[in-house]
């Protein structure tokens, strides 16, 4: 069974739910997200802590 659950706050791409399991993403601001753009917000993020750690700052 596919049910319709959102849309990507991203691009707008449509997520469902496949017999009751989400395929997407959902952020810890509760953005919905699709996979891809999940990814896309994971790398970004992993990036920005890489080029900061290489600056001598730790975010974390």
């Known amino acids: 069974?596919?049910?319709?659950?959102?849309?990507?706050?991203?691009?707008?791409?449509?997520?469902?739910?496949?017999?009751?399991?989400?395929?997407?993403e959902v952020s810890d601001s509760g953005e919905t997200l699709c996979f891809i753009c999940a990814e896309k917000k994971e790398k970004e993020s992993n990036d920005e802590t890489a080029s900061n750690s290489e600056d001598g700052i730790n975010l974390r």
Do not use: D, I, P, T
């Open 1 to 24: 069974m596919m049910e319709l659950a959102g849309h990507c706050f991203h691009c707008q791409k449509e997520v469902f739910c496949m017999n009751g399991f989400f395929q997407g």
